[in-house]
Structures are given as C-alpha cells and as structure tokens.
T-cell receptor, first 109, second 113 residues
Framework: GQNIDQPTEMTATEGAIVQINCTYQ??????LFWYQQHAGEAPTFLSY??LDGLEEKGRFSSFLSRSKGYSYLLLKELQMKDSASYLC??????????WGAGTKLIIKP | NAGVTQTPKFRVLKTGQSMTLLCAQD?????MYWYRQDPGMGLRLIHY???????AKGEVPDGYNVSRLKKQNFLLGLESAAPSQTSVYFC????????????FGPGTRLTVL
C-alpha cells in the first residue's frame, strides 16, 4: 500500500530552526510537495521537489532523497505565525497526491 | 481573482438528508478535486475531474457523486448523508503543469447528526 509518515506534533522556540521529516512509500513518484495549513484554513503550497537535493525559498527549505524515500522541511528563524500544520504529499504514478496526516508545529516564545 | 471558492462554509444535516457542495474556480484550471479531511488522517481524495464533462473516482468515493458541467464548477453531492460523512471538505484545482500545484478552497465544515 501507499504510505506517508510524518511526526504528529513538534514544538520549537521562536527564532530557532526546526526540521520536519517525511518518509514515503508510494506506487511511483512524480514529485513531493509541502503545504502549510493554519488551523481552520485551507492548505497553501510551500515547496516542490522532484530531483534529489535541497530547494531553498527564503526561510523555508525542502530536501529530497528519492533513494531513501525521505524528505524534510527546514524552517529557519521561526516566527509565531509559523505555528501551523505542515503537510507532506507525494504525487504517485497516476499523478494523484497521497497525503500525510500532517505535523502540527507549535512555536513557543 | 477570487481563486477557488466553496459554498456553503458550514452545514448541519440530519442522517438521510441530501445536499450539494459547490466549488468554483476562476483560474481556468482543467483539473479539479474534492477531498475530505478528518482528524489524524491525511487529505483523502473523493472524486476528481480532468476536464469539463469528465469525472473519476478517488480513494473514498462511496456515498458521494460529482458533476462537472462547466469547466469552472465542480459539484459534490451527498444523496443520503450519514454520520461517517461528518468532515471538512476541500475543493482544489490545478492547471496540470509542472509542479502541479493544487490551489485549495476555504473548505466546508459538514456535520451529520
């Protein structure tokens, strides 16, 4: 079966760095996405990786290793507004997204 | 651009009642999706459409029907609601290009009593 695993919840301090991991087993791979979802709101796109390596976008970076079925989202200089759930999703061989359950990130002052 | 909109935002139904959720997008996207989101679970695909007049089943289609009569609209119907359909429903659309980013509507929070 297809499976996306990520931690349920993480806590970090304002101004610090946090890494959210995602491992996946899917039928085929056409890319990995990270979305941010604030409580009560819709998911919004953060990043996309299809090749191995690191993609950097401002305070956020995303890494992919296809051979290990592994990705992480790195958030630097954490701000209170970064408190949200972070969703990992993999596009499978049918070009459909398989979603993880999300990691709830709590930022403390 | 309004992006992706959904109506209604909230709804309470009794078991056995029917309703239709409307999704509209103004980005001229070909692909549209209906997901449900439940606590502790990832988004699950109910039905999707790859273009006007076409629909297909996703991971959890039972108890739902859809229609895509116009490119900009994607309707999700519940013919006989059940408590197991209590959930938050999200519509999404994409142009199907590289990176295939999905744009989500604000969601409909449905409670079935």
């Amino acid at each position: 079966g297809q499976n996306i695993d990520q931690p349920t919840e993480m806590t970090a301090t304002e101004g610090a760095i946090v890494q959210i991991n995602c491992t996946y087993q899917t039928s085929g791979f056409n890319g990995l996405f990270w979305y941010q979802q604030h409580a009560g709101e819709a998911p919004t796109f953060l990043s996309y990786n299809v090749l191995d390596g690191l993609e950097e976008k401002g305070r956020f970076s995303s890494f992919l290793s296809r051979s290990k079925g592994y990705s992480y989202l790195l958030l630097k200089e954490l701000q209170m507004k970064d408190s949200a759930s972070y969703l990992c999703a993999v596009e499978d061989s049918n070009y459909q997204l398989i979603w993880g359950a999300g990691t709830k990130l709590i930022i403390k002052p | 651009n309004a992006g992706v909109t959904q109506t209604p935002k909230f709804r309470v139904l009794k078991t056995g009642q029917s309703m239709t959720l409307l999704c509209a997008q103004d980005m001229n996207h070909e692909y549209m999706y209906w997901y449900r989101q439940d606590p502790g679970m990832g988004l699950r695909l109910i039905h999707y459409s790859v273009g006007e007049g076409t629909t297909a089943k996703g991971e959890v289609p039972d108890g739902y029907n859809v229609s895509r009569l116009k490119k900009q609209n994607f309707l999700l119907g519940l013919e006989s609601a059940a408590p197991s359909q209590t959930s938050v429903y999200f519509c999404a659309s994409t142009d199907g290009g590289e990176a295939d980013t999905q744009y989500f509507g604000p969601g409909t929070r449905l409670t079935v009593l």
